[in-house]
């Protein structure tokens, strides 16, 4: 089993920026894909970035490309998000997720967190 915690959301205005933070624990295996799904109010949920465990292999979303970017530290099994040049349409609930793997793709695995709110004034 694994566990995903997120942190790091919260209130940010237009053109600001913020980091979130997803902490893997449990039986994650060697080679895994991490990765930031989002879910605004009424809309769908939608893939925003992902990382593998090993190597550089990262993917975006076109509506975040350039602004976005994702890291890791694999010695505390957590994954990053830096969100910057924020927008209004970046309000959401940002979920943290996990599956095994090789190939980075938006396509999700089975393990979540349990989310956490990014609200950006305009």
């Known amino acids: 089993q694994v566990q995903l915690v997120e942190s790091g959301g919260g209130l940010a205005q237009a053109g600001g920026s913020l980091r979130l933070s997803c902490t893997a624990s449990?039986?994650?295996?060697?080679?895994?894909?991490m990765g930031w799904f989002r879910q605004a109010p009424g809309k769908e949920r939608e893939f925003v970035a992902a990382i593998r465990s090993s190597g550089a292999s990262t993917a975006f979303a076109d509506s975040v490309k350039g602004r976005f970017t994702i890291s890791r530290d694999n010695a505390k099994n957590t994954v990053y998000l830096q969100m910057n040049s924020l927008k209004p349409e970046d309000t959401a609930v940002y979920h943290c997720n996990l599956r095994t793997g090789v190939v980075v793709s938006p396509t999700p695995g089975p393990y979540w967190g349990q989310g956490t709110q990014v609200t950006v004034s305009s």
């Open positions: 449990g039986r994650t295996g060697n080679t895994y894909i």
